[in-house]
């Protein structure tokens, strides 16, 4: 991924965000003609020792359906990408209030390179499950507990293909129109604010990450 500098994330625990609270991350690893991309869900492994400000070193957990032809591809030790999609959205020249202007996109992503090691035993792919399950619960669900579904999950436990994922690197771009002066960064992110979901979503993550807390507003 290029990556401009003004538009370079650093900051650890905003990556770390980002990639929580967009976990269905797009696996990929080479291929016999071209790369295999399987789209998942991902956690941080729990009770990592990782501290929350670094990545490289973090263990992570991902599962996929046994079906898949890329989970046949995979090995032990091999070296893969994970790519998290944070929310997007276009950015009209109507919002600059000058000319000339072009239009463009912000989006925020994050790259993960690291080592993958796929998980053979079935309690332990069992854990990844029920990790998962119990993560996203506390994040975006309702609370719900799977103990009383355990069975259920035993018996679709052989199709499911877990792996931990070993971080190595990490590469986060956050274009939030950090290009353009605070005026009209705020415009973009005051016309984003307007919108429902996807859109809406950036512009919180331009007050949160890029623009200078407004003490008049």
Known sequence: MHVPPVYKAIDRRQIRHVMERYPLATLATNGPAVPFATHLPVIFAPHDDVVADELAGAS???????????WSS???S?????VFS?????VSPAVYDTVPAAPTWNFVAVHIEGTLRP????EETL?????TVSAFERTFGD????EESLDYFRTIGPAVGAFRFEVRSVEAMFKLSQEKDIGTQRRVADRFDVE?????????????????????A
Request: hydrophobic share 40%.
């Open 60 to 70: 992570m957990f991902g599962h996929m359906n046994r079906a898949n032809s890329h």
């Open 74 to 76: 995979l090995f032990d």
């Open 78 to 82: 091999m070296s893969a990408k994970l």
């Open 86 to 90: 944070g929310p997007h959205g276009y």
């Open 119 to 122: 998980i053979t035993d079935f």
């Open 127 to 131: 854990y990844v499950v029920r990790s």
């Open 143 to 146: 609370g719900w507990q799977m």
């Open 196 to 216: 429902t979901g996807c859109a809406h979503e950036l512009a919180s993550l331009m007050h949160e990450f890029t623009l200078p807390v407004d003490h008049d």
